[in-house]
């Protein structure tokens, strides 16, 4: 998935980058609108993620010329300016969504996939299953040898992720900044204490373990070919 993001503010600029670079996207990174609108209407993006105050054009008149081009790209606007009559303006000048800063990254990455999903008309699995683990991503449940495994928020949506991307060594900084929404630090180990509890809920008792620590590289979740099965 190809997205154009079009910020001017440097470091949020950087930041969507890497998140969502980090995320599995290839991400594109304009910080003027007469720049992102050029390459908007040559190029081929699955979805285009616009501020709303930028140098040349602003993110309204990017997205008014492609809309009158007859391209029908998802469109995200990021904005500080909350008032209802600028959210109702990009909606009626065709936006697909708007997110007012400050954000979390989780919020803008789960919006971003809600997009691309309804662009593509993919529906999202709601249950997932690896060897013996099963997880309802509605009802937030997790089921392990058919126990049920209580967990927190944080806890849920590292197993989450990880599962989302189960065989994928995900480093420390992907996970920072998809379940914590920040910057990875090395000096702190929130990481491996949250990994360290998860693991204790989801593999302690159990023969099989899921979890997995890549050495310098980052934790894994995935199964024996045997034992692995998902839906």
């Known amino acids: 998935m190809r997205l154009l993001v079009a910020e001017d503010e440097p470091k949020i600029g950087i930041y969507l980058q890497q998140g969502l670079t980090e995320a599995g996207f290839n991400v ?8 992102a609108l050029q390459h908007a209407l040559s190029e081929a993006y699955d979805l285009l993620i616009l501020d709303v105050m930028m140098p040349g054009l602003d993110g309204w008149e990017v997205l ?19 008032r209802v009559e600028d959210r109702v303006k990009g909606l009626e000048l065709g936006a697909d969504d708007y997110l007012i800063k400050p954000f979390a990254f989780s919020e803008l990455l789960a919006r971003v996939r809600t997009l691309l999903r309804r662009g593509n008309n993919v529906a999202s699995p709601t249950h997932m299953k690896l060897a013996d683990l099963e997880v309802d991503l509605l009802k937030r449940r997790a089921i392990r040898g058919g126990k049920r495994i209580d967990l927190t928020a944080k806890e849920f949506a590292l197993l989450e992720l990880l599962l989302r991307r189960r065989g994928e060594v995900l480093p420390k900084s992907l996970i920072a900044s998809q379940v914590w929404d920040m910057n990875f630090d090395s000096d702190t180990n929130v990481i491996e204490v949250a990994v360290r509890r998860l693991r204790a809920k989801i593999d302690d008792e159990f023969e099989v373990k899921l979890i997995q620590t890549c050495r310098g590289m980052g934790y894994m979740l995935d199964a024996p070919a045997s034992e692995s099965e998902s839906e």
Do not use: H, I, M, Y
């Not at 008014?64 to 909350?82: E, I, M, N």
């Open 28 to 35: 594109d990174r304009f910080t003027n609108g007469t720049e």
């Open 64 to 82: 008014q010329k492609v809309r009158l081009s007859g391209k029908d790209v998802p469109v995200l606007f990021l904005t500080a300016r909350d």
